[in-house]
């Protein structure tokens, strides 16, 4: 059984590779936490944007993978992925100011020229930068 850090991970990984996204599991049987995760219409964009620009590494170590892709609308997506049993802060620098979208929250998490995240173990965080 998958604690819910590794279901969003899970989901993440096969949203942001626009994978069609599929339930093995009867709706009316889902929890409200997987109801959430598999509604989320933010992620559900991201997974569907027409662009379908595939993601590109940003960084890659044994623990810590983060893929970026660009978005029909010029935004950009971000997924930060944690395989480590420890929680892994960490920080990219965005290169410019930009508004920054939680996805998983679903909330704003301000302006800034960096991304800064706390990734849980056996985690993925998203999110959505745009322009301001």
């Not at 935004?75 to 920054?100: P, Q």
């Not at 993925?124 to 745009?130: D, E, F, G, N, W």
């Amino acid at each position: 059984e998958l604690t819910q850090d590794e279901e969003i991970f899970l989901f993440t990984l096969v949203s942001f590779f626009m994978s069609p996204i599929q339930i093995s599991t009867p709706i009316d049987k889902l929890d409200e936490f997987l109801l959430d995760l598999v509604c989320n219409e933010e992620v559900i964009r991201i997974n569907q944007d027409i662009l379908a620009d595939y993601p590109k590494p940003v960084k890659k170590n044994d623990n810590l993978y983060i893929y970026k892709r660009k978005l029909s609308n010029g935004d950009l997506a971000y997924a930060f992925f944690n395989i480590s049993e420890e929680v892994i802060t960490e920080t990219v620098d965005l290169g410019g100011e930009f508004e920054i979208f939680d996805v998983w929250k679903k909330e704003h998490a301000g302006i800034s020229n960096v991304l800064n995240c706390t990734i849980p173990s056996h985690g993925a965080v998203v999110y959505r930068i745009s322009s301001k």
